[in-house]
């Protein structure tokens, strides 16, 4: 039969929190319950009454069927019923119950089962206008509230009246209820912060989703990608970056990564010992010791401060070596990343790059690879080191002075990080809107300087000023908001930080009244403050720094997710190049659904042939090129060369042997023979002077003053049309191609040069399966074979000869040209006496 032996054991008062080195149990296990209840009450039935006008029922598909869920449900219920096995324990195994164990359970017991009342309200309904994802306030906090409940009791492991010792049967009893509430509270703050009884998205896109309300607008999922947390996906974020901080292969940077470490560690015995030292002189001086106890205390003191360097250690001596190791790992990084992602930016789809922005794309890439390094750096180097100091710091002072100095610190440090969380939380949209404002501002900028010519020809140098300023004016804006914001993040951590150490000082110096510590105690706790507030001023500054890393590099991980359109196939084999035939079977390709460019096309070029694609502007002429060379794949149908299928042959080996000169050539920013060298780039001076000579601009280039070490400019401006295209042909000749794609090679070139660029062509080409995309006919009028294309379909094919005799397609383009032709040479033979005539 158990005894109910009064309200707290040994009839003492619940008003002594503190006793014996920790809080009373009385007082603790009455305290918990009912804060817990207060705020699951209190705040649950604002939340409820929220519901009750605003919410709304979810469809029964929307809600996820999780075990997660279930698992967040049994673990409250689990946790609800916990204190009455405790009090079944105390009742019948050792007969002895307290007034406050009934309490306990009650409050206890109801203050879960309110959590159960509102994660399922949270399953079910939803408010009508809610537009994030993830459990209200009063969930989260009443989690966070538990667990750092089950921590608080840490505080008092020196106590006899806990169950730390483990000295009985009952201490290891009550040890193993307090390590399942443990367990069962950290697993749910960890879920509280998944949701998994949540929809993966905010339910009201996903029924603008189903109902393809944000399909073509899409303001609603772009508002709610912005307002995402940047923590979100850590994880994966994480697992993309570890790699190119442990170097892999490279044994001696893998040593200076656990060097590194090792020295981090070091700095954190330091900044304990530092105050320590500071402790005993000022108590030697105190107490009169003798000269050389002194000297050797304060030569001790001095070294560890040469160690540790100033305040926080930044500009010690173990600091400034742990820094300059570091460089080569940071280098290695960057340089990693930097690599990749330029080899995926490559290695992603013509359509991909004809859509990009490319002054945007480099920022992001600028922004991005910078903003690696400073993530490892303040996550390995300033988070984890801060985090550990207070740690220690809690630890040494419940442990050497009293647990209320733990307390305090503890307590100061929760709310600061709480806070500083939750506001930079808040200032990550204005962080993010100012970013997308650069991106704009620098992206204009860009374009604008690139199309320079275009701004020239239409007067309207002023107009592009005028939206230069427009995008710096919106980028100002947000930038006012992101200083704003910072303003007021500092000061609400001054404050607590002031709060904190008034706290601490004022009962350190009580302490010391008392005689209950020494001066140097007071110094101590001092110097260890400031000492530990300096990194923690500084966390926040981390923190923020790691969240505008995150929003940098979110467009640089949306680089690294695009996905490439053309991809080898798993096994693919090199192509296999015989004679170089060339097979069209039934194509079907659109660069968009819905409209199709290639609609069943097919046709053999074989080998050594020459086949001209002719047709109107859109027929798909170029696309054919495009497809041949695999900068898209086929939506239909298949491609052969030699028999084997290019989609299932790897790109380089196919790319290897074919030469394109297509319609508009860019060049490099570089020297003429570089240009000209870039088809084969291990080619001599002599066999780029060769394939000059046979695309005739040998002569050209030598009357420039530089010669071949001439400057063409960004993108070859300041080179001729004619002189690009003749370029580009000298760089295919120089390739030396089984195959060769001519996309209107000619074009941009004078009927004269024509002529001598055409007879140098019919040199190259010979014994070459060649493909002509034209739009002079007389330029292909030797072809083996002429498809004329007009709106995706093959409408005629054939010789010139039988073409023009079936006075079709073909014959009418061709009398068309050749009447604008005459029309030239008459226009042409009437101005010149004119002139003539002027002239005498």
């Known amino acids: 039969m158990a005894v109910l032996g009064g309200y707290c054991e040994g009839n003492n008062s619940i ?55 279930r698992g967040q449900v049994l673990l409250s219920l689990f946790l609800a019923l916990q204190p009455f096995g405790g009090l079944l324990w105390q009742g019948v195994g050792l007969r002895q119950l307290y007034g406050y164990m009934l309490l306990h359970a009650c409050l206890w017991a109801l203050s879960w089962g309110c959590a159960i009342a509102l994660l399922q309200l949270e399953h079910t309904r939803v408010l009508a206008h809610d537009r994030t994802r993830g459990h209200g306030t009063v969930l989260l906090l009443f989690w966070a509230l538990a667990f750092a409940a089950e921590n608080l009791t840490l505080v008092c492991w020196r106590s006899p009246l806990w169950w730390w010792a483990l000295e009985d049967t009952n201490q290891k009893v009550q040890f193993g209820f307090w390590l399942l509430r443990y367990i ?37 999922l772009t508002d709610a990608s912005r307002n995402t947390s940047t923590w979100k996906d850590f994880l ?52 009169g010791a003798p000269w050389h106890t002194l000297a050797w205390t304060v030569c001790s003191y001095v070294g560890l401060k040469f160690l540790q360097g100033g305040g926080a250690g930044s500009t010690g001596f173990v600091s400034n070596l742990r820094t300059f190791l570091w460089v080569w790992v940071q280098q290695f990084t960057n340089r990693q990343v930097q690599v990749r992602l ?55 002072f ?57 701004v020239k020809y239409y007067n309207a140098e002023t107009y592009e000023v005028n939206r230069f300023n427009d995008a710096i004016v919106k980028y100002q804006v947000s930038e006012w908001n992101v200083s704003a914001s910072l303003g007021l993040l500092n000061q609400t951590q001054n404050l607590v ?25 007071f110094v101590l706790f001092g110097t260890y403050i400031i000492q530990l507030y300096t990194p923690l001023n500084w966390f926040g500054t981390y923190y923020r720094m790691i969240q505008n890393s995150f929003v940098d590099m979110e467009n640089m991980f949306e680089l690294f997710h695009e996905e490439q359109e053309v991809k080898d196939v798993v096994n693919a084999s090199d192509l296999r190049l015989d004679a170089g035939q060339i097979e069209f079977e039934n194509v079907h390709f659109s660069y968009v659904d819905g409209k199709e460019i290639l609609q069943d096309v097919s046709f053999s070029v074989m080998p050594g042939q020459t086949l001209a694609l002719v047709g109107p502007s859109g027929s798909g002429k170029s696309t054919i090129i495009r497809l041949l060379f695999r900068f898209y794949d086929v939506r239909g149908g298949c491609i052969r060369i030699d028999g084997q299928d290019i989609s299932q042959v790897k790109q380089d080996s196919l790319r290897a042997h074919i030469g394109v000169v297509p319609q508009d050539t860019v060049l490099f920013n570089d020297t003429i023979a570089n240009n000209i060298r870039y088809g084969r780039i291990l080619a001599t001076d002599q066999e780029v002077q060769e394939a000059a000579r046979a695309a005739d601009i040998h002569d050209r280039i030598l009357s420039f003053p530089d010669g071949y070490n001439t400057q063409v400019g960004e993108r070859g401006l300041k080179l001729s049309g004619g002189e690009k295209q003749r370029v580009a042909i000298a760089r295919t000749i120089l390739k030396g191609p089984h195959i060769i794609l001519l996309d209107e090679a000619t ?55 039988e073409l023009l005799q079936k006075g079709g397609v073909y014959a009418g383009m061709w009398l068309q040209q050749q009447t604008g032709d005459e029309g030239e040479s008459k226009e042409h033979c009437t101005e010149k006496p004119q002139g003539s005539k002027k002239e005498s």
């Open 236 to 287: 994966r974020k994480l697992r993309l970056l570890v790699p190119y901080m442990w170097p892999k292969g490279n044994h001696l940077l893998q040593g200076l990564v656990l060097f590194c470490m090792a020295l981090m560690g070091l700095e954190r015995a330091i900044n304990v010992f530092v105050p320590i030292y500071n402790k005993n002189i000022v108590n030697e001086l105190t107490a």
């Open 497 to 521: 930080i002031s709060l904190g150490l008034l706290a601490g000082s004022l009962l350190c110096a009580y302490f010391v009244t008392e005689n209950k510590l020494q001066v140097g105690d």
């Open 747 to 801: 074009s941009a070139l004078d009927t004269e040069t024509e002529r001598n660029i055409q007879a140098s062509l019919a040199k190259v080409c010979t014994h070459r399966t060649t493909i002509v995309v034209a739009h002079r006919l007389s330029t292909v009028v030797g072809a083996d074979q002429i498809l004329v294309l007009k709106d995706g379909h093959i409408v005629e094919r054939g010789r010139h000869e």
């Open 342 to 396: 330029f080899a995926h930016l490559h290695g992603l789809s013509l359509r991909w790059h004809l859509g990009r922005r490319t002054g945007e794309v480099l920022r992001s890439v600028d922004r991005g690879t910078s903003s690696i390094n400073s993530l490892l750096s303040y996550i390995v180097f300033s988070i984890v080191p801060t985090i550990a100091d207070i740690v220690i710091s809690i630890v040494y």
């Open 15 to 69: 008003t002594q929190a503190w006793v014996q080195q920790g809080f009373q149990p009385c007082f603790f296990f009455t305290l918990v319950p009912s804060v817990l209840l207060s705020v699951c009450l209190l705040l649950g039935a604002l939340q409820y009454a929220c519901y009750a006008r605003f919410s709304r029922a979810m469809e029964p598909k929307y809600i996820p069927r999780s075990r997660l869920y």
């Open 184 to 220: 069962c509270t950290f697993m749910l703050f960890i879920l509280g912060m998944k949701a998994p009884g949540l929809p993966r998205k905010p339910y009201m896109l996903l029924i603008n989703e189903e109902e393809r309300d944000v399909e073509n607008s899409q303001p609603l």
């Open 398 to 454: 419940t442990s050497v002075f009293s647990a209320w100095f733990g307390l305090i610190i503890f307590v100061c440090m929760s709310l600061y990080l709480t806070l500083t969380i939750f506001i930079t939380e808040w200032r990550t949209k204005y962080r993010r809107d100012m970013n997308t404002r650069d991106n704009e501002a620098k992206s204009r900028a860009v374009d604008s300087l690139l199309n320079f010519e275009t």
